[in-house]
């Protein structure tokens, strides 16, 4: 019986073997190596007017300081939008709410306030309501396409520089509450990706 079992086990084997060998299929290979992936940097620089941070003493009521500006310079690989927002961080709350910024982007001279072609206004009212993060990057030739395509055109490109101009001036409607006061705040700067 033993005898048996082994050469029933053995022939099944070497059936195995047939079966297996009948059916072989041609084969071929080829490989793409090397592939990688790599991310850009994001990455921005400001430069700004020699008044600022702002400094100011003694202002009054309807103080109104010159046209000062920064510039947002992409100093990074990819293309990016630029946002500005405010944030008290010390001193007169009664002050903070006085203070009034006109914001408008350079145009094409570069100048402040000189009401070439490209001066968009971008705000104009009390700093305390100005909104958190907002796009400040809008002229066309700043778009990451050379011909303004992209929609919408906002982009900073790599190597280019948007200039936001800003003239600082207190509420002529405040009163002695904002007399002998000091505020503090800090202008913020945000670089988002854009690739449109």
């Known amino acids: ?10 022939i099944a084997a070497l059936g195995a073997l047939v079966v297996n060998s009948t059916f072989a299929l041609f084969t071929d290979q080829e ?4 592939n990688t992936v790599a991310t850009g940097e994001l990455a921005l620089t400001l430069n700004h007017t020699a008044g600022k941070p702002y400094d100011i003493q003694n202002a009054y009521p309807g103080f109104e300081d010159g046209w000062e500006y920064m510039d947002i310079f992409n100093s990074g690989l ?3 939008e630029g946002y500005v927002s405010f944030e008290k961080t010390g001193g007169s709350t009664d002050l903070y709410n006085a203070l009034k910024m006109e914001m408008e ?6 100048v402040c306030n000189t009401n070439d072609f490209g001066e968009n206004p971008i705000y104009n009212g009390f700093v305390k309501d100005f909104a958190p993060q907002t796009l400040v990057s809008h002229l066309w030739q700043h778009a990451n396409e050379e011909d ?3 929609s919408p055109a906002d982009n900073i490109r790599a190597g280019w520089t948007m200039r936001v101009c800003q003239k600082l001036s207190i509420d002529s409607e405040a009163g002695n509450e904002i007399m ?3 505020v503090t705040f800090s202008e913020i700067v945000d670089a988002m990706q854009d690739n449109d």
Not at 1 to 10: D, F, G, K, N
């Open 105 to 110: 982007e350079a145009g094409g001279d570069s």
């Open 148 to 150: 303004a395509s992209g």
């Open 31 to 34: 490989i793409i190596a090397g």
């Open 78 to 80: 990819m293309p990016f």
């Open 1 to 10: 019986m033993r005898q048996i079992l082994t050469s029933a086990m053995i």
């Open 180 to 182: 002998g006061e000091s």
